[in-house]
């Protein structure tokens, strides 16, 4: 499953230019960016996912373009679909991308798979 090029383009330039340290690492049959080995934002198909804060998350589905993230049937609290609608403008862009690495430093790690 592709996922936009673009917008992974524009997030790589945002980190940069942040000086964020992260890698890529290929999931979701899309391209997830994983910052202080957490993930953080990811691009699958068109849209942007972003992992931000739960105590903002239902704040956030209020706003234009932003809907809950649903892989599995259950809604993932503090996990966000962004449309263009949400991110064609850089500002906004920045912004949510901003809100997903504020809120890194405070999220949980997976757990690590223990080799057998």
Avoid at 29 to 51: H, P, T
Avoid at 108 to 114: E, F, G, L, P, V
Wanted: aromatic content about 12%; proline content about 3%; glycine content about 6%.
């Amino acid at each position: 499953m592709a996922y936009n090029e673009f917008l992974s383009d524009r997030i790589t330039q945002f980190f940069n230019e942040s000086d964020v340290h992260f890698y890529e690492k290929k999931m979701f049959g899309g391209l997830c960016f994983m910052v202080n080995d957490k993930m953080c934002v990811a691009v699958i198909k068109d849209e942007v996912m972003a992992r931000i804060d739960p105590n903002i998350y239902k704040d956030c589905l209020q706003k234009k373009g932003c809907k809950e993230m649903n892989f599995t049937g259950k809604p993932m609290k503090g996990f966000v679909f962004l449309t263009e609608e949400a991110i064609d403008l850089d500002e906004d862009f920045k912004g949510w991308l901003q809100l997903a690495l504020d809120y890194n430093p405070l999220a949980r790690a997976s757990k690590k798979k223990t080799p057998k």
